[in-house]
């Protein structure tokens, strides 16, 4: 969705992932570059063009996976802007702290679901 | 000292069992049931079954009274965060990580890990150590710095030979440690003492000066 979203208002978009399976599911008139390849590996970062890359968002299902890549990007690579998936409360507090920025899907969703309930 | 152990695959469970003869509280956290359940039977009740990468597991292991937590799980990702839990969240003062790929082991370092074990690292560095035409070896790293002890043996033509220490410019952040001889003699690196042929060198450099010292101790003279 983030990387759809984003193709469509015009920004250059790579998505690198271990799951050839979620690469397909992706129109291909987007224009989003794929590459099958791990986020937390620095050769395919580099493969991804991250040297060159403007924001990095760290989205996959687990955590620490998240935090290793986005603080590659961060530390290594000097990404601008990094953005990564914490579901964990306080891990997401922690991260912040040490400057990446959180996000949780999770914690948005049952947010939402919450509030329609109160409403 | 209370330890806590992330990962109890096969470094985890020999740690566990040499920190425990040796006298200290162990907890050792492991994720999948079946070797948490194997080591419950071979170790007894000093295992949790969880995500040691988890503040909540940390926590429920007692991550607030520990000296150290020791992260040796096959993955460096969760290596990394339960590291970085531990010290930033619960003040742990010693924390350990496996690094499993080495391209890791310096991030880590700079990410506040205080000691990185990387296996292909120890032994990439036993087989350069024997190769005869390499020059430098990396000793070992000094703590809570990029800085590293480092050993240079000086070729019998070497410019250097015969020249004061006070009259050989180094690089920045280097220092020479010590001089030991061809018979294994070790001088100090006073102001008038002089490079020997067959030196061996052992100075603290840094990763960005360390091909330079090398250049200045080998280069061969005119």
Known sequence: ?119 | MYIIIVGCGKVGYHLAQALLSAGHEVLAIEQDSQKYAAIVDALGSVVISGDGAEAAVLEEAGAGRADAVIAVTGQDDDNLVACQVAKHRFKVAKTIALVNNPENESLFQKLGVDVTVSQTSMILSHIEEELPEHPLVHLFPIPDSDRRLVGIPIPMDASVVGKTLESVTLPPDTLIALLIDARGEPRLPTEGEIFKANDEVVAVTSPAAEEALLNILTRVGV
Do not use: W
Not at chain 1, 39 to 58: K, N, P, S, W, Y
């Open chain 1, 1 to 119: 969705m983030v990387a759809r979203t984003m193709a469509l208002e015009g920004h250059a978009v790579a998505i690198l992932d271990t799951s050839e399976d979620n690469l397909r599911r992706l129109p291909d008139h987007l224009g989003v570059t794929t590459l099958l390849g791990d986020g937390t590996l620095e050769q395919d970062l580099r493969r991804a063009g991250i040297e060159e890359a403007d924001v990095f968002v760290a989205v996959e299902e687990r955590d620490s996976r998240n935090a290793l890549a986005a603080q590659k990007a961060l530390h290594l690579f000097n990404v601008g802007k990094v953005i990564c998936n914490i579901g964990d409360p306080v891990r997401q507090e922690m991260y912040r702290a040490l400057g990446l920025e959180t996000v949780s899907p999770a914690k948005a969703a049952s947010d939402m679901i919450l509030q329609a309930l109160h409403r």
